[in-house]
């Protein structure tokens, strides 16, 4: 069974500092991860995609990574914002564990102005 | 189109009662998924469909729970005979699968409370 996790699980910093989110899988056979926001309340908005064939992506002020061989991803934060205040979700989605995704626990991130 | 949409947006029902969930997602996505999140936790896989088929079930969703996307449209889930266990937020999503690439949209959420 797949298992998801994210360190920290909370996080407090101050505005304009750069912050790595850690996310590690069991199982490493992840073809798909996604990078997921969530403000209290409400659903998931999508921030990044890593494809298969791909090692990172950027958006933004956002970049996340995925080291296959080792099932774990980053998402990096640079010069965060008192607005990026939210709960990070990981979700990796493989061949093993179904057609579907498998979440992480979530980061929760407060930026103080 | 505006994106995935969740109605009821809140829910509150005694124990045993039945209530009905609706998705509508975005209107060219093949895939639509239920999903189940409880407080600190990340959502939980329920259930997903490609087009009108139900594909996949979770062990999670017990033979109390039924979703259906009758025409690879909208989607319902169903919960009978609602437990205090049930009570979560209730997450659907939907995407277009392409090439083993694919990006999940999120709806708001429906979430219940069972009294």
């Known amino acids: 069974k797949q298992e998801v996790t994210q360190i920290p699980a909370a996080l407090s910093v101050p505005e304009g500092e750069n912050l790595v989110l850690n996310c590690s899988f069991t199982?490493?056979?992840?073809?798909?991860l996604q990078w997921f926001r969530q403000d209290p309340g409400k659903g998931l908005t999508s921030l990044l995609l890593?494809?298969?064939?791909?090692r990172e992506q950027t958006s933004g002020r956002l970049n996340a990574s995925l080291d296959k061989s080792s099932g774990r991803s980053t998402l990096y934060i640079a010069a965060s914002q008192p607005g990026d205040s939210a709960t990070y979700l990981c979700?990796?989605?493989?061949?093993?564990?179904?057609?579907?995704?498998?979440f992480g626990p979530g980061t929760r991130l407060s930026v103080l102005p | 189109d505006t994106g995935v949409s969740q109605d009821p947006r809140h829910k509150i029902t005694k124990r045993g009662q039945n209530v009905t969930f609706r998705c509508d997602p975005i209107s060219e996505h093949n895939r639509l998924y239920w999903y189940r999140q409880t407080l600190g936790q990340g959502p939980e896989f329920l259930t997903y469909?490609?087009?009108?088929?139900?594909?996949?079930k979770s062990r999670l969703l017990s033979d109390r729970f039924s979703a259906e996307r009758p025409k690879g449209s909208f989607s319902t889930l169903e919960i009978q005979r609602t437990e205090q266990g049930d009570s979560a937020m209730y997450l659907c999503?939907?995407?277009?699968?392409?090439?083993?690439?694919?990006?999940?949209?999120f709806g708001p959420g429906t979430r219940l409370l069972v009294l």
């Open positions: 469909f490609q087009n009108e088929a139900q594909l996949e």
């Open positions: 890593i494809q298969s064939s791909q």
């Open positions: 999503a939907s995407s277009f699968m392409s090439l083993r690439a694919e990006t999940q949209y």
């Open positions: 199982d490493s056979a992840i073809y798909n």
């Open positions: 979700a990796g989605f493989g061949d093993n564990y179904g057609q579907n995704f498998v």
